[in-house]
């Protein structure tokens, strides 16, 4: 069926897709009709007015950004009539409108302006109407000025698609304002600060505080880049002017950035940022010039290798480092230091559940992508918690319920996914393998898995099912704190997706068992591309995993035969417990030399520390979650030396040259790398396997004065929060004392919000603020991944090959040892 | 609507039509018809305080005409046709309010309360009677020569009339737009 149609605008004649509005039918044509609430990707509603266009057989003007064309329609957008309620329109917007166009950071880019500019309306003629409404700027990323807003409601839109949905129009007397509930500032109401509001504000209503009167919009130069703060690897475009960054954007304004991507990256105007190079001098780190730094750490390690002969030397990849300085960095350790060892410490984040993907699917094609998710039908969220670790995906979610998706939510936490959630099914926390499993088993009992894929494209639905009757013995029902109703209900509408089912877990799990009950449920489901998304909370975790390959993760600090390291942006010793024996082990090498951003725990040990440029600062190549392999742009212009140049004086340093010759043939060697693993093999040509099965763990019993501790990330640090801690980011974070637990559990123990806790755990004991997070299951207790209190009471190696990160599981138990009345 | 007042104002027909249709039936969805009425309303009340200018009235039919010609829906664009048979309708009666008479007697804010001294029997019914304290003048005393004078001050007069039916001897009488009514 022919699906254009053929309309006919100012006398031409346009052929478009069925359902083009008339306002994208027009600018087919070159024919520009101006508008303020319409924004091509959302749902139009015609609300500003300014796009009428006379349609023949129709009495009054209709709006072309609301209207579709429909073969034969005859349309002018030149005449007097239209011009004249244009004209009318801005007219009373300017009177609404304070001119600032003078100071106005907006000017140059503002939709107002440029509606007036097009129309020749210098200024209204009718009387001026100041709102007089107070500025909302008491929050660190978004200057709220309503007197300057023209009411298109894109910001109420966007919000509600992809965000919280906290903004809505009330009534203002005669007027009409945009606002929160009870008209509450920002960081009182809810919002996450992702700035998509400001992101399509066509006016400075909305504008972002760090862009302020730092230069003119047409001084700014955009380039395209990616986001280095999570795993979702958000494509981002920076706006320069001098080559600084002012502002970050999203590449089309409805792209989801969160508010670390839009606004994390102050952190490196920060006055801490290290800018030279440190060199140890009498005991002390004090500034030096790169030649000195680059001879003295080259000579340091060389040294060492000489001495202490082979696997004596280290190197230590950071998690969120490039695919070229993996690549480069590699080439150092096995050609210039002699066979060093490379430990990625991108490897806890996700290696273990990437190869078991690969164990069962052959290749990660099975890995879902954001296009994926926004068309699934039903997504399964399985004890990840995005909107704190993975926004984006939170958001991608959000648009797919838009869509009409079924979300289930499984997790003992009322997470933010579990809130929007359709269903959320609530087992004790630790339970969530044997959950899945049972609902694996739920789908089987149903008969409403997907039996001539299962037959057809797999193996090993035998030992699933014998590894299943598991369930039907033991009384899983009872450890997991689900019924099987509800897990039939689940079962019901897994088996009644109508399309694509996508199931999200968190990549870091520790427990095997959650991504092997997923695996099963995918198979089960009749899936095996794009249907399972596991989410990274460090930026580069599949380019690791793609350029290193699983079996180079290794213990390089643990080794006794290390006797020197070269740490590249990461912090071993800050993300441990203070009694670690990583920590001695750290002290006591012969050399230490660490690349980083920042002052570290590590970098304050080291015997030369080396400043790391920013994912602003340096180009390269990281790949997301999703495999998408994207690049960071070039920063001309910023006084930091980009990751290849560092590497490839180092290399230099120690005797020998990069293969490379210039950062551009790093990035085709690691072009070529990644190709290789994209390279697509015919989907039904490999039979698929059921995971093999580990035993489920004990499931732990909690209790309010014996709490199970869950490990989570909070919405606005990264990581280990040594970056984002010299961000404004951090005015929005919670505290890093925080225990956080059920009001039933605090009532029970004495405690008041704010009351002092002493918390113990095998591992170590420390003090901390109680504070009551609903979200928690009675018996759990939360502590923010990034603090102090969470290191000590781990207890974990980050290094230590047995340790996963354990960021959203249940592990340690902790006892409320005394509690005193907090004054709050 | 005040005492005195001999007929229906048209201005306060229309104010009424405006402020009802903003309170009770506008949808706020779409921009022209939230703004226009924010300005009708304000030229409105210009007009019934007596702080109008001349040209409102053709500011007003502009309104109308843009509001009827963009509003998204029926209920905008009936509101500004309806608003805009009254100002056709009523032509005079606004242009006298352009220039702060309110031939009515409707906007309380455009009459004037005058003593007739002539008639008045310097009882003081009035002054006791007025809410705003706007009369001034003293009721003689016998040990006193001379006594002030009844006189309402039109700075504190809210025109609510109240004076008119106390006074037995009819001496207030009511200016509106420049003839003595009642």
């Not at chain 1, 478009?16 to 087919?28: D, F, K």
């Not at chain 1, 958000?234 to 969160?258: H, I, K």
């Not at chain 2, 006791?128 to 706007?134: D, R």
């Amino acid at each position: 069926m022919d699906n254009t149609v053929k309309v006919t605008i100012d006398g031409r004649e346009v052929s478009v897709a069925q359902g083009t509005p008339l306002i994208e039918a027009a600018a087919s044509a070159g024919i520009r009709i101006p508008y303020l609430c319409y924004c091509p990707g959302m749902k139009s509603v015609g609300s500003c007015r300014l796009c009428v266009v006379e349609l023949e057989g129709s009495r009054t003007l209709v709006a072309s950004c609301a209207r579709q064309a429909k073969d034969g329609m005859v349309v002018r957008t030149d005449t007097p009539r239209v011009e004249a309620a244009r004209r009318f329109v801005v007219d009373l917007l300017l009177s609404n409108h304070p001119k600032e166009c003078l100071s106005c950071d907006k000017s140059g880019s503002c939709g107002l302006q440029d509606a007036a500019y097009g129309l020749g309306i210098p200024k209204t003629s009718y009387p001026m109407k100041d709102p007089g409404y107070p500025l909302d700027c008491s929050n660190p990323f978004i200057v709220r000025d309503y007197n300057l807003c023209v009411l298109c409601g894109l910001c109420i839109r966007v919000c509600e698609s992809q965000s919280q949905g906290i903004l809505s129009f009330m009534s203002r007397g005669m007027g009409m304002k945009v606002g929160t509930a009870k008209d509450l500032p920002l960081e009182e109401s809810g919002c996450d600060f992702c700035g998509s509001c400001v992101s399509v504000c066509p006016t400075a209503a909305l504008m972002e505080k760090g862009r302020q009167t730092r230069g003119r919009e047409w001084a700014i130069e955009r380039a395209a880049s990616v986001c280095g703060y999570c795993g979702c690897g958000c494509e981002t475009v920076l706006n320069r002017v001098d080559g600084r960054v002012v502002r970050v954007e999203s590449p089309d304004p409805t792209a989801f950035l969160c508010a670390r991507g839009r606004f994390g990256l102050d952190a490196y105007e920060h006055p801490e940022r290290l800018r030279k190079p440190l060199i140890r001098r009498d005991g002390t780190l004090v500034e030096c010039e790169w030649d000195e730094a680059l001879d003295v750490a080259a000579a340091k390690l060389r040294d060492v290798r000489e001495s202490a002969g082979v696997g004596s030397v280290g190197v230590i990849l950071g998690a969120n480092a490039t695919c070229e300085t993996a690549l480069a960095l590699g080439d150092i350790a096995h050609r210039a230091l002699g066979d060093a060892r490379v430990g990625s410490s991108a490897r806890p984040y996700g290696f273990a559940v990437l190869s078991r993907l690969e164990e069962s699917f052959s290749d990660l094609s099975v890995v879902a992508t954001s296009d994926d998710i926004e068309a699934a039908s039903v997504i399964v969220v399985a004890g990840a918690d995005v909107t704190a670790d993975s926004p984006a995906v939170g958001a991608w979610i959000t648009r797919a319920q838009q869509r009409g998706a079924t979300l289930v939510a499984l997790d003992s936490r009322v997470t933010g996914v579990a809130k929007r959630a359709d269903v959320h099914l609530r087992p004790r926390a630790g339970a969530l393998g044997r959950a899945l499993a049972l609902l694996a088993k739920a789908l089987l009992d149903s008969g409403g898995w997907d039996q001539e894929f299962v037959a057809a494209r797999t193996s090993g639905i035998d030992e699933l099912r014998s590894h299943l009757a598991q369930a039907a013995g033991g009384d899983w029902e009872a450890e997991t704190g689900l019924s099987a109703d509800a897990l039939a209900e689940v079962a019901a509408s897994l088996a009644g997706a109508k399309g694509h089912v996508v199931f999200v877990v968190s990549a870091e799990t520790d427990d095997s068992a959650v991504i092997e009950g997923v695996i099963d449920l995918a198979l089960l489901s009749g899936c095996a591309q794009g249907c399972i998304a596991p989410t990274t909370i460090t930026s580069n975790v599949r380019g690791h995993f793609e350029l290193l390959g699983d079996e180079e993760a290794s213990d390089v600090v643990g080794s006794d035969a290390t006797r020197a390291l070269f740490v590249w942006d990461d912090d071993p010793k800050g993300r441990t417990f203070s009694g670690s024996e990583l920590s001695s082990k750290l002290a006591a090498l012969d050399a230490l030399v660490v690349a980083t951003s920042f002052m570290s725990d590590t970098a304050a040990a080291a015997d030369v520390v080396l400043p790391v440029a920013s994912v602003a600062e340096t180009s390269g190549t990281r790949v997301s979650q999703e495999g998408r392999v994207r690049r960071q742009s070039e920063a001309p212009g910023t006084d930091s030396m980009s990751d290849f140049e560092v590497l490839s004086r180092m290399a230099t340093g120690l005797g020998t040259a990069l293969p490379w010759d210039k950062a551009e043939a790093c990035e085709q060697a690691v072009a070529t790398v990644l190709a290789a693993h994209r390279e697509t093999t015919d989907p039904t040509s490999h039979r698929l396997t059921f995971p093999a099965h580990s035993a489920f763990g004990d499931v732990p019993e909690g209790s309010a004065d014996r709490p199970t501790l869950l490990v989570g990330g909070t919405a606005f640090h990264f990581d280990d929060g040594l970056v984002t801690r010299h961000s404004a980011l951090t005015a929005l974070e919670i505290e890093g004392d925080l225990f956080g637990m059920n009001s039933e559990d605090m009532a029970s123990l004495g405690l008041v919000e704010g009351s002092t806790v002493s918390v113990a755990s095998d591992a170590g004991e420390v003090d901390a603020v109680a504070r009551t997070l609903d979200s928690l299951a009675p018996g759990t207790a939360f502590v923010p991944r990034w603090s102090s209190n969470a290191k000590e009471l781990l207890g974990d190696d980050p290094y230590d090959p047995a340790c996963m990160p354990q960021h959203t599981s249940v592990h340690v138990r902790v006892v409320v040892v005394g509690t005193v009345q907090g004054g709050e | 609507m005040s005492v005195v007042a001999t007929q229906e104002c048209a201005v306060r027909s229309a104010r009424l039509l405006v402020e009802t249709f903003a309170e009770e039936k506008m949808c706020r969805k779409c921009v022209p018809c939230v703004l226009s009425v924010a300005q009708i309303t304000s030229v409105l009340s210009d007009l019934s305080a007596g702080s109008a200018t001349s040209g409102d009235t053709e500011r007003l039919l502009a309104f109308c005409d843009g509001m009827d010609e963009t509003a998204m829906c029926k209920l905008g664009r009936d509101v500004a046709i309806e608003l805009k048979r009254l100002l056709g309708e009523h032509s005079q009666e606004f242009t006298h309010h352009e220039s702060g008479s309110c031939p009515s007697g409707g906007c309380t804010s455009l009459l004037t309360f005058t003593v007739v001294g002539e008639k008045c029997t310097l009882c003081g019914a009035c002054k006791e009677i007025c809410p705003a304290g706007a009369v001034v003048g003293e009721k003689p005393l016998w040990y006193v020569a001379d006594s002030m004078p009844f006189r309402i001050r039109a700075d504190k007069c809210t025109g609510c009339g109240l004076c008119v039916p106390v006074c037995e001897p009819g001496a207030i009488v009511l200016q509106i737009g420049g003839d003595s009514v009642g």
